[in-house]
T-cell receptor
Framework: AQTVTQSQPEMSVQEAETVTLSCTYD???????LFWYKQPPSRQMILVIR??????QNATENRFSVNFQKAAKSFSLKISDSQLGDAAMYFC?????????????FGKGITLSVRP | DGGITQSPKYLFRKEGQNVTLSCEQN?????MYWYRQDPGQGLRLIYY???????QKGDIAEGYSVSREKKESFPLTVTSAQKNPTAFYLC?????????????FGPGTRLTVL
């Protein structure tokens, strides 16, 4: 079974600084998908970024980028120029390559606080 | 606007009672999912459905039941057999196909057992 590990339960960053959230996963698959979801205090889950394992290029979405290390099974999220609105829980998720039948496996999440 | 709605937002139940959480989507998505969220536990899958009239157990299905009579609806019943039902429940949906589809989430229902 796939597992997703987020070993840091909490992190803090100064506004305008950069922070990296760590995620590791375990799988025997060679093709799969990885996601980072954000859950702000409203508790609405929002997709931040996704990465296809067969793509070597790291995904980027504005201030958010990932460092995908397939051999190390590592998928970290970098938030640049942190803003107060980035304060939230962040979940890393793994999905195997089986179409809509695939289930997401989530990590336990990390709570990010942003200091003004 | 397309999206997923869950109702109610807050739900209180007495011990021994069954309660049904509603989840409706107008995204024309094939697959729907129910998750439970507890502090420090992340999201755990309860049930999922890939198509109408079909559903499968997730990782923590005991004490829960679902139905999928319509594509847009996937209600979750928390039965009296669920020993610790107080939690935050999230419904999600995704398109069919083999693309790397994200799951879209509803706003959630907070269930409290009194």
């Amino acid at each position: 079974a796939q597992t997703v590990t987020q070993s840091q339960p909490e992190m803090s960053v100064q506004e305008a600084e950069t922070v990296t959230l760590s995620c590791t996963y375990d799988t025997s698959e060679s093709d799969y998908y990885l996601f980072w979801y954000k859950q702000p205090p409203s508790r609405q889950m929002i997709l931040v970024i996704r990465q296809e394992a067969y793509k070597q290029q790291n995904a980027t979405e504005n201030r958010f980028s990932v460092n995908f290390q397939k051999a190390a099974k590592s998928f970290s999220l970098k938030i640049s120029d942190s803003q107060l609105g980035d304060a939230a829980m962040y979940f890393c998720a793994y999905r195997p390559p089986a179409g809509a039948n695939s289930k997401l496996t989530f990590g336990k999440g990390i709570t990010l606080s942003v200091r003004p | 606007d397309g999206g997923i709605t869950q109702s109610p937002k807050y739900l209180f139940r007495k011990e021994g009672q069954n309660v049904t959480l509603s989840c409706e989507q107008n995204l024309n998505h094939d697959a729907m999912y129910w998750y439970r969220q507890d502090p420090g536990q992340g999201l755990r899958l309860i049930y999922y459905s890939q198509i109408v009239n079909d559903f499968q157990k997730g990782d923590i299905a005991e004490g829960y039941s679902v139905s999928r009579e319509k594509k847009e609806s996937f209600p979750l019943t928390v039965t009296s057999a669920q020993k610790n039902p107080t939690a935050f429940y999230l419904c999600a949906s995704t398109e069919g196909g083999r693309t790397y589809n994200e799951q879209f989430f509803g706003p959630g229902t907070r269930l409290t057992v009194l």
